[in-house]
C-alpha cells in the first residue's frame, strides 16, 4: 500500500514526479522477500495498485448518470480492472524472475512487459492509458524535453531503472553492510535523474533559439462554459449562435484567423449528407464571410450519417419507420468540422473513443453477458462511429495543414504523431469538453498530458475546452495563457508553426517494440533453460 501512496503522491497534477522515482522500491523490496509466492506478490502488487488508481483517478467519481445521479460505477470498475492488469504484469514477472535464475534478467523481463503491457493499454478496445507511468511528468515538462525522442515509454523506463536501482542498492547493503558501497550506488541512480534533467534543459535551450524566423498563425479560442448535464441539452440553437457570436465578437478583425470552440458544441445532430444545408453552419459562413473572409471557424458537432443495409457499418443501428417495412441504418460520429466563408466543410471523426462511454469494448463478447449497461456510465446510448485513418484540415488562406484532436485522442502519444508523419501539419487543435467531472483533477490531468504531445511532436497546440482549461501551449509544453475552469471568455494569440518531424514524429513507440522482441526471447529462454535443466536433473536421478 505504501508504494500505492508514493505513486499517488506523485501523480501530477499537485503530485510531486520525484515521488515517482521511490514509489516502487517498498513494493519491489516486499517482492524480493516473498519467496516468489505468486498468490502473495499478486495480492499485495493488486493492494498496491488499487491504492494508486483510487487516488490518481478518483475524479472519476464525478461522473453523472443520465438522470442526474453520480455513477460510482464509473469510477469502481475501471480503477479494479486497471489495478488487476497492473498487478498481473507484475506478479507475471515476479514468477518469471524465479524460473530465469537470474535477477537482471528478471527485472529486464519486468521492465519490457511492464512497457508491452502499457502500449497494450494504448490500442486495445479496453484501452485506459491515463496512469502509463511517463505521463508523471505531465507538470514538469522542462525534465522531459527528450521525450521528443522516447515519448512517455522512455519516461516509464527512466522510473522503473531509478526504482529497481535504488531497490537493489538497499537489498545488497543489507546482505553485505557496506555502507559506502551503498552510497555510491545511490549516488549513481540520483546522478541519472540528475543527467536526464540536465539533457532535457539542453533540448530545451536549443528549441528557443529554432523558434526565431518561425511563420505564425493568428488564433481565437473560445469557452463559452456550458453545463454539460444541463444548459448545454436545454439551450436553443438561436442561443447557442448568439453565445459563439458574442465570444468571437470580442477578437474578430478583418484579418486572417483560426476560431477555435470546443467538442459538441452544436445541440443537435447534423447529417453529413446535407452538412453544407445546415441552418447552424449556414448561418456560421454567413457571418464569416461578413465579418472576416479569411477566417475559419473549428469546433465540434454530432454528425450522423444514413444508409441502406448493404452500406452499413460495424456500428450502424436501424432505424424503423412507423410500418416497420422501411428499414435505414444510422451511425452517430463525434467530429471536429472546419467552416470556411468559401470553401467546402472539412470534417474529421473521432478514432479513440472512450471504453464504456463512447463504444462497446469486444461487443461481440460481452454484450450478451452484460447488455447495455456499459453505456449507463454518462455518455451515449449506442455506440459512436468512428474514422480508421487521421485526417487533416486545410487552411487555405496561409496554407496551412492542422491536426484536428478530439477529447480522449490527445492521451494517445503516436496516434497524434500519425498527424504529423506523412503530411506537412504545421498545428495542433485540441477540442474537448471536460465539464463531466467538476472542480476535480480530471480536467487538469487531461490538459497537463497534452503538453507532452507538443512536446513529443514539436507543435504549437490551441485547446478549446467547453468549461475550461482552455489554453495555448508552446512547443516545449508550455501553458502560454489559458482561461481558468469554470470562466467564460476567449484567448488571442500569435502561434508559431513548423513543419518538423520528431525523431518521435517519424518512429512513434519504437521502445514498445523493442520491449516486446525482448519480452518474447526472455520467455524462450526461460522455457529451454527450464526443460534443459529438468532433463539434466533426471538424468542425475
Not at 122 to 145: A, D, H, K, M, V
Request: glycine fraction near 6%; proline fraction near 3%; charge should be positive.
Amino acid at each position: 500500500m505504501f508504494s500505492g501512496i508514493l505513486l499517488g503522491l506523485g501523480w501530477p497534477t499537485d503530485g510531486s514526479p520525484f515521488y515517482l522515482f521511490i514509489a516502487f522500491i517498498p513494493l519491489l523490496y516486499v517482492e524480493n522477500y516473498s519467496n516468489y509466492s505468486l498468490f502473495y506478490v499478486l495480492g499485495f502488487s493488486f493492494i498496491t495498485f488499487l491504492t494508486w488508481n483510487s487516488i490518481s483517478t478518483q475524479w472519476l467519481s464525478y461522473t453523472k448518470r443520465i438522470n442526474g445521479s453520480f455513477s460510482i460505477e464509473s469510477y469502481l470498475i475501471p480503477v479494479f480492472f486497471n489495478s488487476v492488469f497492473m498487478s498481473s504484469v507484475f506478479s507475471f514477472s515476479s514468477w518469471i524472475k524465479r524460473y530465469v535464475k537470474n535477477k537482471k534478467i528478471g527485472y529486464v523481463f519486468l521492465v519490457c512487459l511492464w512497457i508491452s503491457f502499457e502500449k497494450m493499454h494504448l490500442e486495445w478496445e479496453l484501452s485506459w492509458p491515463w496512469l502509463n507511468l511517463g505521463n508523471g511528468f505531465s507538470n514538469r515538462t522542462e525534465w522531459i524535453q527528450w521525450y521528443e525522442y522516447t515519448g512517455i515509454l522512455g519516461g516509464s523506463i527512466w522510473i522503473w531503472v531509478i526504482n529497481i536501482g535504488l531497490t537493489e542498492s538497499i537489498i545488497q547493503y543489507q546482505n553485505h553492510n557496506n555502507i559506502l558501497l551503498l552510497y555510491k550506488k545511490m549516488f549513481f541512480y540520483v546522478g541519472i535523474i540528475f543527467f536526464m534533467i540536465l539533457i532535457s534543459c539542453f533540448i530545451y535551450i536549443r528549441n528557443n533559439k529554432e523558434n526565431q524566423n518561425k511563420r505564425t498563425a493568428n488564433v481565437l479560442i473560445l469557452q463559452p462554459n456550458i453545463d454539460p448535464y444541463n444548459k448545454k441539452y436545454s439551450i436553443s440553437t438561436n442561443e447557442l449562435i448568439s453565445k459563439l457570436k458574442k465570444l468571437i465578437d470580442k477578437k474578430i478583425s478583418r484579418k486572417s484567423m483560426i476560431i477555435v470552440a470546443p467538442e459538441t458544441m452544436f445541440p443537435k445532430k447534423i447529417q453529413i449528407e446535407n452538412i453544407s444545408k445546415n441552418k447552424v453552419i449556414s448561418t456560421f459562413k454567413n457571418y464569416l464571410k461578413i465579418k472576416s473572409p479569411n477566417t475559419i471557424f473549428i469546433t465540434g458537432a454530432e454528425l450522423i450519417s444514413l444508409y441502406h443495409k448493404k452500406n452499413k457499418s460495424k456500428t450502424s443501428v436501424p432505424i424503423f419507420s412507423k410500418t416497420k417495412k422501411n428499414i435505414q441504418w444510422i451511425d452517430i460520429f463525434n467530429s471536429v468540422i472546419q467552416i470556411g466563408s468559401n470553401k467546402n466543410i472539412e470534417f474529421h471523426h473521432k478514432s479513440k473513443l472512450v471504453p464504456a462511454v463512447e463504444t462497446f469494448p469486444y461487443k461481440k463478447i460481452l454484450f450478451p453477458i452484460l447488455g447495455n449497461i456499459l453505456f449507463n456510465f454518462g455518455g451515449t446510448v449506442m455506440e459512436l462511429g468512428k474514422e480508421n485513418f487521421p485526417s487533416v484540415f486545410q487552411y487555405p488562406y496561409l496554407g496551412i495543414k492542422i491536426a484536428p484532436i478530439i477529447c480522449y485522442e490527445s492521451i494517445f502519444g503516436e496516434y497524434v504523431s500519425n498527424f504529423f508523419k506523412k503530411k506537412n501539419v504545421e498545428l495542433m487543435v485540441i477540442i474537448t469538453n471536460d465539464g463531466w467531472w467538476g472542480f476535480s483533477q480530471g480536467h487538469k490531468q487531461h490538459m497537463y498530458y497534452a503538453r507532452i504531445r507538443a512536446i513529443e511532436n514539436r507543435k504549437s497546440i490551441a485547446r478549446s475546452a467547453n468549461t475550461g482549461v482552455s489554453c495555448f501551449i508552446n512547443e516545449k509544453g508550455e501553458i502560454v495563457s489559458y482561461i481558468p475552469y469554470g470562466k467564460e471568455g476567449v484567448l488571442y494569440n500569435k502561434i508559431y508553426l513548423n513543419k518538423k518531424k520528431t525523431f518521435y514524429t517519424k518512429y512513434g513507440d519504437f521502445l514498445s517494440r523493442i520491449s516486446l522482441l525482448t519480452t518474447i526471447i526472455i520467455l524462450l529462454y526461460t522455457i529451454i533453460y527450464n526443460i534443459y535443466y529438468y532433463k539434466i536433473q533426471k538424468k542425475f536421478e
